[in-house]
């Protein structure tokens, strides 16, 4: 399949992805992510193993869009959890920089 990445060109392959990714170790994942075989592999890594281009060259989203063309699972970053709301009492308490009685 041939697509654009960071202005330049690429044909590339499902077997030619799986084959350039075997024996790399998946780097810690924070954002997305992309499942090529049984590990997950953020996509900016993917992307630089791939196409050979330092990760400030191309988008998460190019990566992204190429390889779910290409049949791999893509995932997004998850939403962060929502800060827990504090009573009126744990507000106050914070405000003064204190600890709760409770």
Known sequence: MRCVIARFPF?????????SMKGI???PCTGETVTIGRRQYPVKQVGQVVTRQDR????AAEVLRAMTKLGFTCHTAPEPAPEPTL???EQ???MLGTTSPF
């Open 25 to 27: 170790k998946p780097e």
């Open 87 to 89: 009573g009126r009492v």
């Open 56 to 59: 400030r060259d191309f988008t």
């Open 11 to 19: 044909d590339l392959t499902k077997n030619g992805v799986l084959e």
């Open 92 to 94: 106050a308490s914070a």
